[in-house]
């Protein structure tokens, strides 16, 4: 497993408030049960408990966000995950997160996103690039020596989410606020929330209107059966889908012949008990047709996982080597959706470490 964390690993399909350290989430919790809003003894084991059915997964959402929807909070968990993932040398994370608005506390879309940018300009334990490069204050040199130490960098990028739950009004503006937060790192929306709720034909507006604007799109797609959903989501030619679990013959062939790279959440996918069991995964599939994908989170904290920790899983599950996982995690660099400046980047940095490889 060592060799998978020191790897350069990129992350493309992890939500903010699913990957909140549990630790954290416990000492939120302890803060609310004193102040009397919630029971902590109610609550501890359900943020200690791994194994959770997909209904479960988004009950456990709703909790979640009653102990982190406020401004300060929004900021430390932001700051928190993004640490996390440096951590074990992830090299460009795309962090989407759904911008909500609570007026009981004077937040809105706009305020929430805002509480996320400060999250990042406040890490100062790695250097963070976050924003196109003229606008970045804290970005300074990949490997910059300071102490005799190689300090670490991460570019992130930022998705902002719409959830099945909201209107077209409100997927319309979290596309607006995106486009007015270009200059900060946002650089595309992803459709997530409740696979069970909400139809397809509410959100599409809003994706269309998106992607006219030069955002990138990604869509939780085929987590669960959904045959007319699924080839919707196909027919828009989105950016990359996520999942893509309950996808038939017909949908795999015509996934296969648009070549959308597909986010592949291992852990997610079986703990949600949305795929029976790791040796039926359709990564196999996809892996041996060299379809474009990407091991991803999903939810760090929610699954008890890293990205380390998927590499790892595939690696055993499907018996590949270190080159090839390596491979697999250099080609992923094709799939982000930041510029080609930051790409580019991306791939010199797994260049350097493949001259280290050999
Ligand atoms: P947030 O957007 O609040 O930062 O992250 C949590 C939210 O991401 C959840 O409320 C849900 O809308 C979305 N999410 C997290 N994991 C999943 C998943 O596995 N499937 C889907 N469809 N949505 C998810």
Not at 45 to 71: A, G, Q, W
Not at 126 to 150: I, R, W, Y
Not at 231 to 250: K, N, S, V
Not at 337 to 354: G, L, M, P, T, Y
Request: aromatic residues 6%.
């Amino acid at each position: 497993m060592d060799w998978l964390v020191a790897m350069p690993k990129v992350e493309l399909h992890a939500h903010l408030n699913g990957s909140i350290r549990d630790s954290t989430l416990l000492e939120f919790a302890r803060v609310l049960g004193e102040k009397g809003t919630i029971n902590f003894s109610d609550v501890e084991h359900v943020i200690l408990k791994s194994d959770r059915s997909l209904r479960e997964v988004f009950k456990l959402f709703d909790l979640i966000h009653i102990l982190t929807t406020d401004h300060k909070t929004v900021t430390r968990i932001t700051k928190e995950v993004v640490e996390d993932f440096a951590a074990e040398n992830v090299v460009y994370l795309e962090l989407r997160t759904t911008p909500k608005r609570n007026d009981s506390i004077g937040m809105s879309k706009h305020s929430y996103m805002d509480a996320v940018i400060e999250g990042l300009r406040s890490i100062n334990t790695v250097d963070v690039d976050f924003a196109p490069h003229k606008l970045c204050e804290g970005s300074s040199h990949m490997n910059d020596m300071s102490n005799g130490t190689v300090r670490k960098k991460i570019y992130v990028r930022l998705l902002l989410s719409i959830d099945r739950r909201e209107t077209t009004e409100a997927a319309m503006e979290t596309v607006k606020l995106a486009l007015e937060m270009r200059d900060l790192g946002v650089v595309g929306i992803d459709l997530s929330g409740n696979p069970i709720v909400g139809e397809w034909s509410t959100f599409f507006p809003a994706l269309k209107f998106a992607r006219e604007q030069g955002l990138s799109i990604t869509l939780h797609c085929g987590e669960v059966p959904n045959k007319k959903e699924i080839q919707a989501m196909l027919d828009f030619l989105p950016g990359r889908i996520g999942h893509a679990c309950f996808f038939e013959e017909e949908e795999m062939g015509k996934l296969k012949s648009s070549k959308i790279p597909v986010e592949i959440c291992l852990t997610s996918n079986i703990r949600t008990a949305s795929i029976a069991s790791i040796d039926v995964h359709h990564f196999a599939d996809l892996y041996n047709a060299k379809h474009p994908i990407v091991l991803c989170t999903d939810d760090a904290g929610v699954f008890s996982t890293s990205l380390s920790g998927e590499y790892s899983l595939a690696s055993s599950a499907f018996d590949l080597g270190k080159k090839e996982m390596f491979q697999l995690a250099r080609n992923t660099t094709e799939l982000i959706f930041a510029d080609d400046e930051v790409k580019q980047e991306v791939r010199e940095i797994f260049e350097s470490a493949a001259r280290k490889l050999d």
